[in-house]
């Protein structure tokens, strides 16, 4: 295993564990209970938590993905979409209907 990230926010950690779930990428999070502990007594250590690759021959597809989610966040906000199944309305950075679950486009 591999640490891949960091983070204060629980939430922002578990959004890019399942962006890199749903690519094939087997991660486990460490620490979740202790994110919103800002410092442990003893030694006044930072604990945040911890995303980290289960397997070390899938690190480097983590980091290419890390690098395309981050991007796609930096990017301006996409113009929302119709779900051609069940049209509902979605924001432009959903890529599965939050109704349906069908893929964008489907």
Excluded: I, T
């Amino acid at each position: 295993m591999r640490k891949l990230l960091e983070s204060p926010s629980l939430v922002n950690l578990q959004l890019v564990a399942d962006y890199l779930e749903s690519a094939g990428v087997r991660v486990s999070m460490l620490n979740e209970y202790q994110g919103s502990s800002a410092v442990v007594p003893h030694g006044g250590l930072s604990v945040w938590a911890e995303l980290w690759v289960r397997e070390d021959v899938q690190y480097p597809r983590a980091l290419e993905l890390l690098d395309a989610y981050r991007r796609q966040q930096d990017s301006p906000a996409l113009e929302q979409w119709r779900c051609v199944h069940c049209m509902e309305d979605n924001p432009g950075n959903f890529e599965f209907c939050w109704h349906c679950g069908k893929e964008r486009g489907e």
